[in-house]
């Protein structure tokens, strides 16, 4: 069993920073690509930013240049640095990884989820 764990949502003011996380855990045997995505209310899930095992980045056109994702592959880890936040940001976000345990083949897994909301 696999459970992703994310931390670190919150309100913010515009022009602010926010540091999610995402601890992969349970029987993993590899993590190949890490990312997060998205939703807004009354919008679909959409992507932010993937990262893959090789450190290859990602990002959707909007967040580029505002946002940095990064991951620790010695505590299944993955962050999402957010700088410049814009009340657009506002927003559920999702960890997702897709990864390989000791008794299945390649499969994606979703976190609960975040609520980061940006406001003055």
């Known amino acids: 069993q696999v459970h992703l764990l994310e931390s670190g949502g919150g309100l913010v003011q515009p022009g602010g920073s926010l540091r999610l996380s995402c601890t992969a855990s349970?029987?993993?045997?590899?993590?190949?690509?890490m990312g997060w995505y998205r939703q807004a209310p009354g919008k679909q899930r959409e992507l932010v930013a993937v990262?893959?095992?090789?450190?290859?980045?990602n990002y959707a056109d909007s967040v580029k240049g505002r946002f940095t994702i990064s991951r620790d592959n010695a505590e299944n880890t993955v962050y999402l640095q957010m700088n410049s936040l814009k009340p657009e940001d506002t927003a559920v976000y999702y960890c997702?990884?897709?990864?390989?345990?000791?008794?299945?083949?390649?499969?994606?897994?979703w976190g609960q989820g975040t609520q980061v909301t940006v406001s003055s």
């Open positions: 990262i893959s095992s090789s450190d290859n980045t």
């Open positions: 349970g029987s993993i045997f590899s993590i190949n690509t």
């Open positions: 997702n990884a897709d990864l390989m345990t000791y008794y299945s083949g390649s499969t994606g897994y």
